[in-house]
């Protein structure tokens, strides 16, 4: 009978009903696609931004042109690249100096 306190690995593992056994899964499950959270971080990103598009936050013209030309940068990133690396890769650098972060699921 199944240890019902026994923890086991969705990925690799799986349960037999006949054998009320947990056995190993010949091939393991994929690894989830990381696209969505890089496309939910871009949309996080993009809110977090917005106010340096209001035209009375206090930061220059000039300041004011580069964050709007990040944020029209990163809403192209998902053009053409279809995977998580890919559109990592087309995220430039913030006006700001400061880092973009992620989740730690989105750069593994």
Do not use: C, H
């Amino acid at each position: 009978m199944l240890d019902e306190m026994r923890a086991i690995d969705a990925r690799t593992q799986r349960v037999d009903p006949v054998a009320r056994a947990i056995i190993d899964k010949a091939e393991p499950d994929p690894e989830p696609d990381a696209l969505p959270l890089v496309r939910d971080a871009v949309r996080a990103e993009l809110a977090a931004s917005d106010k340096f598009m209001m035209p009375d936050y206090p930061i220059s013209e000039a300041d004011r042109a580069a964050w709007a030309r990040y944020r029209k940068a990163l809403r192209d990133a998902s053009k053409g690249n279809d995977t998580a690396a890919a559109m990592l890769a087309a995220i430039p650098a913030r006006p700001d100096g400061s880092t973009l972060t992620l989740s730690p699921e989105v750069t593994t």
